[in-house]
């Protein structure tokens, strides 16, 4: 095998360039510590407060409305954790979706194995939330919404603005993942109106074990990770500032490069491509999506079995198919849409970045009919 | 995560396929993770003289398929019958722990093509058999 194409960058992402340049002498020379006086610390801490201001500016907050988190999971276990505390008297009652991440649904289990009561809103067959369902839902006792901002296996946009909208009109708060939507779409946190919003950096062209969580002014959100005080007090443990550094230059790469009207011609093509295989259905929203996200079910194939073939031809990819799952559940998302279990079990998802091309593309669509057609001739659901 | 003997199968499965004239067919599905395997025999004197199958599911499941027809082709009735699922995953130098139960698929497929057989010749296949058809592994969609 020798030329890789790579179509899984929802899963992790390309170190961009910039990231490792800007990185590079904080993993060399400029190793201080951020708390020490001396100047070679002081040079870390002023590479940190920068990257907190590039982050700010994307985001349209104030840099001390942004803080460094370990990862995107992280963020959200923060965000959801302590914002449900500040509301404590309130009540205990959470909104979310049923086509979250595992970082939002787990967390969300766990705080309904504790004593929560949690709604989720059932999407529609494009993974869609209805606004009028979530008006429905809200009750007195409702202390937090929490629905991401864009999905990762099917790249649906949510209206996150208008959720955003009804919680502030009902005081409630609201936090999004917006894991998948950060540096790709535009994400201005006050165009948004949410509260709390996580993000990670290798899904942008960071390095990973980095994430960030936006937390408006005046939430005085307890913090997740007790120490010695960094991040202010609120995330504690000496700072990583290569990862930080990192992310922050990503994203200021990620977004010199939006719209990403290119991704978009790409992803078009190989959606149009792809579903003149037949029995090949899109999955998630035709016209709200992610420009880097093309998602498909196969009829009468299974899910890891393609990724192995494609695998052969260099093509990394991924599936919401049972026997690549280690549950051996198919996706939640994918059920969520509406698939039976044997639909959503010939899930393929291909996620792109600046770093593809039309040859990437067109080798893809060169490859795949022949691959499906393959394993279709060994299915036993397979008629012809 | 596969060994390259798995890979091999995988990549160039033996004896895929409908068999239209066969003399017994087995079906079971995965309890699992939903998958669903077929095997068709052609049998002779109590002897397998050919096979066919088909699967859909993962790549350990096409080959736990493709060797597990191998090592029935050929074999009487009998000894197709002592196939376990260990020795089939053993032949292709293992398989991850968390795709064990394929290789349970293709024991069961081969059990219930064999049920098949008998039920056609009128004979009781239990005590042959040695298997109800309703455990985990066909998840008794016999
Ligand atoms: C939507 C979404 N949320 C959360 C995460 C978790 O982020 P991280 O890998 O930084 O913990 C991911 C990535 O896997 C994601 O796609
Ligand atoms: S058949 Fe589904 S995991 Fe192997």
Same mark, same amino acid.
């Given at each position: 095998?020798?030329?890789? =194409?790579?179509?899984?960058?929802?899963?992790?992402?390309?170190? !961009?360039?910039?990231?490792?340049?800007?990185?590079?002498?904080?993993?060399?020379?400029?190793?201080?510590?951020?708390?020490?006086?001396?100047?070679?610390?002081?040079?870390?801490? #002023?590479?940190? @407060?920068?990257?907190?201001?590039?982050?700010?500016? #994307?985001?349209?907050?104030?840099?001390?409305?942004?803080?460094?988190?370990?990862?995107?999971?992280?963020?959200?276990?923060?965000?959801?954790?302590? /914002?449900?505390?500040?509301?404590?008297?309130?009540?205990?009652?959470?909104?979310?979706?049923?086509?979250?991440h595992p970082a939002v649904k787990n967390t969300l289990k766990?705080?309904? +194995?504790?004593?929560?009561?949690?709604?989720?809103?059932?999407?529609?067959?494009?993974?869609?939330?209805?606004?009028?369902?979530?008006?429905?839902? $809200?009750?007195?006792?409702?202390?937090?919404?929490?629905?991401?901002?864009?999905?990762?296996?099917? %790249?649906?946009?949510?209206?996150?603005?208008?959720?955003?909208?009804?919680?502030?009109?009902? @005081? #409630?708060?609201?936090?999004?993942?917006?894991?998948? /939507? =950060?540096?790709?779409?535009?994400?201005?946190?006050?165009?948004?109106?949410?509260?709390?919003?996580?993000?990670?950096?290798?899904?942008?062209?960071?390095?990973?074990?980095?994430?960030?969580?936006?937390?408006?002014?005046?939430?005085?959100?307890?913090?997740?990770?007790?120490? %010695?005080?960094?991040?202010? %007090?609120?995330?504690?443990?000496?700072?990583?500032?290569?990862?930080?550094?990192?992310?922050?230059? /990503?994203?200021?790469?990620?977004?010199?490069?939006?719209?990403?009207?290119?991704?978009?011609? $790409?992803?078009?093509?190989?959606?149009?491509? =792809?579903?003149?295989?037949?029995?090949?259905?899109?999955?998630?929203?035709?016209?709200?999506?992610?420009?880097?996200?093309?998602?498909?079910?196969?009829?009468?194939?299974?899910?890891?079995?393609?990724? $192995?073939?494609?695998?052969?031809?260099?093509?990394?990819?991924?599936?919401?198919?049972?026997?690549?799952?280690?549950?051996?559940?198919?996706?939640?998302?994918?059920?969520?849409?509406?698939?039976?279990?044997?639909?959503?079990? %010939? !899930?393929?998802?291909?996620? $792109?970045?600046? +770093?593809?091309?039309?040859?990437?593309?067109?080798?893809?669509l060169e490859k795949l009919p022949g691959i499906v057609e393959?394993?279709?001739?060994?299915?036993?659901?397979?008629?012809? | 995560?596969?060994?390259?003997?798995?890979?091999?199968?995988?990549?160039?499965?033996?004896?895929?396929?409908?068999?239209?004239?066969?003399?017994?067919?087995?079906?079971?599905?995965?309890?699992?993770?939903?998958?669903?395997?077929?095997?068709?025999?052609?049998?002779?004197?109590?002897?397998?003289?050919?096979?066919?199958?088909?699967?859909? &599911?993962?790549?350990?499941?096409?080959?736990?398929?493709? *060797?597990?027809?191998?090592?029935?082709?050929?074999?009487?009735?009998?000894?197709?019958?002592? *196939?376990?699922?260990?020795?089939?995953?053993?032949?292709?130098?293992?398989?991850?722990?968390?795709?064990?139960?394929?290789?349970?698929?293709?024991?069961?497929?081969?059990?219930?093509? *064999?049920?098949?057989?008998?039920?056609?010749?009128? *004979?009781?296949?239990?005590?042959?058999?040695?298997?109800?058809?309703?455990?985990?592994?066909? &998840? &008794?969609?016999?």
């Open positions: 095998m020798d030329k890789i =194409v790579y179509l899984d960058n929802a899963a992790t992402t390309r170190i !961009s360039k910039r990231a490792i340049d800007a990185m590079m002498p904080f993993l060399t020379e400029d190793y201080g510590n951020p708390s020490s006086l001396y100047s070679l610390g002081q040079k870390s801490k #002023v590479a940190l @407060e920068n990257a907190r201001k590039t982050v700010a500016e #994307v985001l349209g907050s104030r840099p001390d409305e942004v803080y460094f988190t370990g990862s995107g999971t992280e963020s959200i276990n923060w965000a959801i954790k302590s /914002a449900i505390k500040l509301k404590q008297d309130k009540g205990k009652h959470i909104i979310s979706s049923n086509i979250e766990y705080l309904g +194995d504790n004593g929560y009561d949690i709604t989720y809103l059932e999407s529609d067959k494009h993974g869609q939330i209805s606004l009028d369902a979530l008006r429905s839902s $809200l009750r007195s006792d409702t202390v937090l919404i929490s629905v991401m901002t864009a999905n990762n296996e099917i %790249g649906t946009i949510l209206p996150i603005a208008e959720i955003g909208k009804l919680a502030r009109e009902r @005081e #409630v708060l609201f936090h999004t993942d917006a894991v998948q /939507a =950060v540096g790709h779409i535009p994400t201005d946190v006050n165009e948004l109106n949410v509260d709390l919003l996580s993000f990670s950096g290798h899904k942008l062209g960071g390095i990973k074990g980095v994430g960030a969580l936006y937390v408006k002014k005046g939430l005085l959100l307890q913090p997740l990770i007790h120490g %010695g005080g960094q991040e202010r %007090g609120k995330r504690s443990g000496t700072e990583n500032i290569p990862g930080i550094v990192s992310l922050a230059a /990503a994203l200021e790469d990620a977004v010199g490069h939006m719209p990403l009207r290119e991704v978009t011609r $790409l992803r078009d093509k190989l959606i149009s491509g =792809v579903l003149k295989i037949p029995r090949t259905h899109l999955t998630g929203d035709p016209i709200n999506r992610l420009p880097g996200i093309a998602s498909f079910v196969f009829e009468c194939i299974e899910g890891e079995s393609l990724l $192995l073939l494609l695998n052969q031809h260099g093509i990394c990819a991924s599936s919401g198919s049972a026997c690549s799952s280690d549950s051996l559940d198919p996706s939640h998302v994918l059920l969520a849409l509406g698939l039976s279990h044997e639909t959503a079990h %010939g !899930s393929l998802r291909l996620s $792109l970045s600046v +770093d593809n091309t039309d040859e990437d593309i067109d080798f893809t393959k394993l279709r001739m060994m299915s036993p659901l397979w008629n012809g | 995560m596969y060994s390259e003997k798995v890979m091999e199968h995988f990549t160039n499965p033996r004896n895929v396929g409908n068999m239209p004239d066969a003399d017994a067919v087995g079906e079971v599905g995965n309890a699992k993770c939903g998958d669903i395997m077929k095997i068709f025999l052609k049998v002779d004197n109590d002897v397998i003289t050919d096979v066919r199958f088909q699967t859909f &599911g993962c790549g350990a499941a096409v080959a736990t398929s493709s *060797i597990a027809t191998e090592m029935v082709k050929g074999k009487t009735i009998s000894d197709a019958l002592s *196939i376990t699922n260990k020795a089939v995953a053993d032949a292709l130098d293992g398989l991850p722990s968390a795709k064990m139960h394929c290789s349970v698929l293709a024991e069961q497929a081969i059990k219930a093509a *064999i049920t098949d057989y008998y039920e056609k010749q009128g *004979i009781d296949p239990t005590s042959h058999v040695g298997c109800d058809m309703q455990c985990e592994g066909c &998840g &008794g969609s016999h």
